[in-house]
């Protein structure tokens, strides 16, 4: 049995969609990691499936899995290739701002143009429980014991849970170490997506993701989000940012507490495939 799917990227990020309209995907992990694996299958940190609704009011579900088959929550760069995705297929408007149903609850969509996204990704959430993160009240900052180096980080969930760590050198051999390390940390119930941001102003951030399931990424719109939104609730920059990652930038914006956080870049189509293996 074949599949076919498009291959897209959003700032590197890089995704195969699936169109599952008619039905609800069904892969095993292990053929996930089949197709992700970049010497003998497709190649991409994450897979995409746009399926029916399941709320009654947005006008498509995705499903998100990382490489290693294991599902995610949320995934930034991918709701902006989803919408792109929708436009082409004759069921998004340019400019036409619609919700579409994500496995962690709805975001609203637009697009400003075929290859450009803003993205409603909700409130920042900062209390551990609902992160998940092992604390006992939530606060800008913790302490996380990596090794026996005493760590500062910010914790926070947008839709998947996040560590934001500030460095000076986003080009530090130790950060090899430090990502899978603090990733995988016992304090984080279900793993983090690790960002370590360097800052260049208080409208302007710098960030390399270690990504739960995936590894280093070229970009990670949540982890974007996430360090934004971690700096901004210490008053260390403004309320519109633009954050550099190694495959392109996005533009944050987040007024503060109360309010929810936008998210502005690119989804691009690289080509369409089909996968022959799937079974």
Known sequence: M???????????????????????LALDPATIRAMADRHTGIGFDQLLSVEPARDGLSAC??????????????????????AAWLQRAGALAIGEAVQIQSPSGPV????????????????????????????????????????GLALDIG???MGNPHAVVVVDDLQSPALQQLG?????????????????????????????????????TLACGTGACAAMAVLRR???VDAQVQVELPGGTLEIH????????????????????EWLDAR
Not at 115 to 141: K, L, Y
């Open 254 to 273: 987040w007024a503060g507490p109360g309010e929810r956080l936008w998210m502005t870049g690119p989804a691009a189509f690289v080509y369409e495939g």
């Open 234 to 236: 210490r008053g260390e």
């Open 61 to 82: 579900y995705y499903g998100i899995w990382n490489a290693d088959g294991s599902p995610t929550g949320q995934c930034g760069n991918g709701v902006r290739c989803v």
């Open 180 to 216: 899978p390390a603090v990733t995988g940390h016992a304090r984080f119930a279900e793993g983090a997506n690790t960002g370590f941001v360097q800052k260049l102003g208080r409208g302007h951030l710098r960030l390399r993701v270690h990504e739960r399931g995936s590894a280093w």
């Open 155 to 157: 914790a926070v969930s």
């Open 2 to 24: 074949s599949l076919r799917f498009t291959k897209m990227h959003g700032a590197g990020n890089d995704f195969a969609v699936i169109d599952s309209r008619a039905g609800v």
């Open 108 to 147: 609203t969509v637009r697009l400003l143009d075929a290859h450009r996204v803003t993205v409603d990704m909700g409130e920042p959430v900062f209390e551990p429980a609902q992160i998940p993160f092992d604390a006992s009240a939530a606060t800008d900052r913790y302490t996380l014991d990596v090794d």
